[in-house]
């Protein structure tokens, strides 16, 4: 079965800390979306690439987040500086064009 | 812009019953497709369900059915003889198809699902 697979599934750091999230989508998918989980604001999207190209990072915080594609094996969702409010389960889907989006299992980050 | 409302934030059904979790959403895009995604306490965020706006049949996966009414843009994810593995939260999602900027995935805020033994 094929999965997107992410890494690490959890992750511990301290403020001020740079944080990566890694995600490797399935083979043969040309979408990858970045979606952050949280109690009070659901489920909220942070950056989405078609053919590697970013569509749409409007959800994302410009000045800490950055999100890049450097091939079609991996997406990388980069925190710079981190912050006890970027605290949330920060999950990676892929798809294709007009199918399901299949997700990972998610990174659990905590920000102390 | 779309819009996606669960309005029922927590349901209770008894084992081997049916269940129909509610979904309404709203756009103005002629092309555009629904989902249902179940996420257990685990985690994952599991696809269960597809309907495309112009799928002229409901769409069904097992005992996951979907009550897709157009006119009223309603899609209700419909669970038959319920399960105590079905407990979980279940997420309504749409998605445009028009436009390749807008073909993210948008969720409603979920329904939480206790299958009673």
Known sequence: DARVTQTPRHKVTEMGQEVTMRCQPILGHNTVFWYRQTMMQGLELLAYFRNRAPLDDSGMPKDRFSAEMPDATLATLKIQPSEPRDSAVYFCASGSDNSPLHFGNGTRLTVT | ?117
């Open chain 2, 1 to 117: 812009a779309q819009k996606i409302t669960q309005t029922q934030p927590g349901m209770f059904v008894q084992e081997k019953e049916a269940v129909t979790l509610d979904c309404t959403y709203d756009t103005s895009d002629p092309s555009y497709g629904l989902f249902w995604y179940k996420q257990p306490s685990s985690g994952e965020m599991i696809f269960l369900i597809y309907q495309g706006s112009y799928d002229q049949q409901n769409a069904t996966e097992g005992r996951y059915s979907l009550n897709f009414q157009k006119a009223r843009k309603s899609a209700n994810l419909v669970i038959s003889a319920s399960q105590l593995g079905d407990s979980a939260m279940y997420f309504c999602a749409m998605r445009d198809l028009t436009l390749d900027s807008a073909r993210q995935l948008t969720f409603g805020s979920g329904t939480q699902l206790t299958v009673l033994p």
